[in-house]
Structures are given as C-alpha cells and as structure tokens.
C-alpha cells in the first residue's frame, strides 16, 4: 500500500481542501496519506530538497523546484481582486513604503514576489507570518505584510491597510493572484500523479459540498478564528480556481513568474508545468 506524504500549511482554506481525505470520507484506493503540517515557508524550503510527495507550495517558490515538482491543476489559493496586504499603525502612502521597514513572512511567499513587482526592493525584516502584526504594533517594522487571515483582522488591532496587492495585480493585468498551490514528485510516475490528483480535487469537491463540518475541522486550524471568520477566510480561498486553474489561472501563474523574472526577483526564466 503506497504511502503518499503530503504537506500543507495549518491555514483554514488548506485544511478546508484536505478535510476529505484527512478525515477518511472518501475512498483512498489503496493509497495511505500521511499528511505533514507545516507553515508555508517552511514547505518552500522542504520543497527545495523534495522532501514530501505531494506539497503545498508558495507560486513563487514552485520556480525554484521545477525539476522536481510539477503543479496539480487542482488545490490552488487565488485571489481574484484581493489578496495579501501590506498595513502599517497610520496612515500611509505606497509611496512612503519606499523609505519603510517592511515585516515578511518570507522570502520565498509569493506575497514577498507580488510586493516586490510593486514597490520594487524595500527594505524588509523576515518575521514568522504570526508575529508580523505584532512587530508592527510594536514598532519593529514601520509596515508589514500580511498573509492568511491577518488579511481579515489586521482592522480589529487598530492596523491601517496601505495597499492590497491583490487589487494592486488586478488592476495591473486584469487577473487574478495565485499565491499557493499544491504540486507533486514528477518521480511518482504518471499512473499515481493522476491518481493522487483525482483524490485530491475529489477531497476538495467533498469539503465544498459539505461546508459545515469541513469549516469545523478547519477551525481546529484557524488560530483561535471564530467559525464566521474561518467561513469567510475558506471562500476567498477556496473557489473554483481551486478546482482548476483554468484558462486564467494557469495564465496568471505564467505571468506573475515572468514579471518576476524580468524584475530579477526569479534567476531564470519559468517553464510552468501542469499536470
């Protein structure tokens, strides 16, 4: 019985599209899934050494292991006009963010990609995605930048939003970000990348037909988020984008990996490969 180790972050909208297959409701065929919980940057990382079968990535990352990984047309997080933020403890220009500290949540998160497409190379200070708007409160960073659900609460703690830059890309290209998605061992073989694929978007559609226990299961993961909050952090992120990319998708993730590229952020040129 093959053993298919897969990574995903602890963020309600991974845990949402994993429900199915992490709590045994839909057939495995054979396969046993050990799933591996890890923060994203600590996946990019892994990823680098392909440690993991199946993993979620950061888009930005995924240029960076294309000789080991190809993506999964299914399980992506986009962000169709919205997206990660960038907030401060006042008010603020874009244009001040020239002369700022910046808190990341890492440099290899397609956030850090997207903020460095728009303001180009900023001063910044890697803090763990968690404790960002902490050092912004406190005053270790003049700004910071915002990934999962401090996109939702980063009002309630007094922050001001200086620039979404998920409007900031639509706005740019007319498409939407993609930030994540998951992408498996091109050694698998093409008989168990496809079924491990069908598997997983089978587990995303289970979560989606029942929203309510997956919700459940996914606020075990949510940092102590109200269930109304994690509800409304899964349907930014889990769309029919995460069914498949799509046309626009996959258009999207071209893009955004030649922008970075061009702007010297990504050392070569990205030959994106779905599977």
């Not at 992408?183 to 559609?205: N, T, Y």
């Not at 030649?258 to 070569?268: F, H, L």
Request: with cysteine.
């Amino acid at each position: 019985m093959p053993l298919i180790r897969i990574g995903h972050s602890p963020d309600p909208d991974d845990a949402f599209m994993f429900y199915g297959l992490a709590a045994g409701k839909i057939d495995c065929e054979g396969l046993t899934f050990k799933h591996i919980i890890e923060d994203i940057e600590t996946l990019n990382k892994r990823a680098m050494n392909a440690e993991l079968d199946v993993t979620a990535v950061s888009i930005h990352a995924y240029a960076y292991v294309l000789d080991k990984y190809a993506l999964l047309t299914s399980g992506a997080s986009i962000g169709d006009d919205y997206g990660p933020m960038i907030v401060a403890r006042r008010q603020m220009s874009v244009a001040d963010l020239g002369n700022a500290r910046i808190g990341v949540p890492g440099l290899m998160t397609t956030a850090y990609l997207a903020m460095r497409l728009c303001l180009g190379n900023p001063e910044v200070v890697v803090i763990p995605f968690d404790q960002i708007m902490d050092g912004v409160e406190q005053g270790k960073v003049d700004a910071g930048l915002l990934i999962h659900e401090g996109q939702l609460t980063f009002a309630s703690r007094g922050l001001q939003k200086v620039i979404d830059l998920g409007q900031w890309w639509k706005s740019e290209t007319g498409l939407p970000l993609p930030l994540g998605g998951n992408a498996i061992k091109k050694s698998l073989g093409p008989e168990l990348i496809s079924k491990v694929s069908r598997l997983l978007k089978e587990s995303i559609q289970y979560g989606l037909a029942n929203r309510e226990p997956a919700v459940r299961h996914a606020m075990a993961y949510g940092r102590g988020m109200a269930e109304s909050l994690t509800d409304e952090f899964v349907g930014m992120y889990v769309n029919d984008y995460t069914l498949d990319y799509g046309k626009r998708g996959r258009q999207a993730v071209s893009l955004l990996l030649a922008k970075g590229n061009q702007a010297g952020v990504i050392p070569a040129p990205v030959e994106v490969e779905f599977v």
